[in-house]
C-alpha cells in the first residue's frame, strides 16, 4: 500500500453504499483514494484533486466494486470526514 497523501478523517458509508458494495473492493478504494489514485476520473478532475490538495478543497474519486457497480470517495475540504457513496447518494 502506498502512503496516505493526507488525512481522511472520519471514514463514513452511507447505508446503501454498505449494503451494495463489496467491502474488500471498498477498503482497497480508499486506500487508492488516500494514495491520490483518484480511480477513473478524466484527466482534468485529476488535476482538480491535485489542486485541491495543495489549497485544502475537496477531494473526489471515483470507483467501480468487482460488480461493476460504481461509487465516489469524497473527502472534505477540512479532511473532517471521508464519504464513501453511491452516485444517487449524491
Known amino acids: 500500500m502506498s502512503q496516505a497523501r493526507f488525512s481522511m478523517g472520519q471514514l463514513v458509508i452511507t447505508a446503501r453504499a454498505k449494503d451494495v458494495l ?3 473492493d471498498v477498503q482497497g478504494c ?3 483514494h488516500a494514495a491520490g489514485d483518484w480511480g477513473e476520473l478524466c484527466d ?3 488535476r482538480e484533486n491535485e489542486i485541491a ?3 485544502g478543497l475537496r477531494l473526489f474519486s471515483v470507483y467501480h466494486d468487482r460488480s461493476k457497480i460504481k461509487f465516489y470517495i469524497i473527502t ?3 479532511r473532517s470526514v471521508t464519504t464513501i457513496l453511491l452516485p444517487e447518494d449524491y
Open 53 to 55: 490538495l495543495v489549497q
Open 76 to 78: 472534505e475540504h477540512d
Open 30 to 32: 480508499v486506500e487508492r
Open 44 to 46: 482534468g478532475d485529476r
Open 22 to 24: 463489496h467491502p474488500q
